[in-house]
């Protein structure tokens, strides 16, 4: 379990994990259309692989509900749970005014 937690998880399926999409399919779907900016280690990149890693630490970016969403990852979670435990996998970060 350990080994899982330090590779990271696929984009796709935190994303749905964290309730971001409804389905994995439509993650994979948006990920491979729009695009996910993935900020690590101080470097910032487009990625539109949904077999991309993250894991915590990356901050994500990505264009959700007419709004651009940026999200730091602070787990990777198990499983998609519920509603609560999905906001617990990370914290919202707010652009500087």
Known sequence: ?????SDGVRIDIWLWRARFFKTRGLATDYVSRK????????????SDKAGQKVGPGDVLTFYKAKAIETVEIL??????????EAQTLYRRVIPNA
Not at 35 to 46: C, D, F, L, S, W
Not at 76 to 82: A, D, K, L, S, T
């Open 1 to 5: 379990m350990s080994e899982a937690a």
């Open 75 to 84: 787990a990777i979670g198990e499983r998609r749970g519920p509603a609560s």
């Open 35 to 46: 695009g996910v900016r993935i900020t690590r280690h101080g470097q910032t990149r487009k």
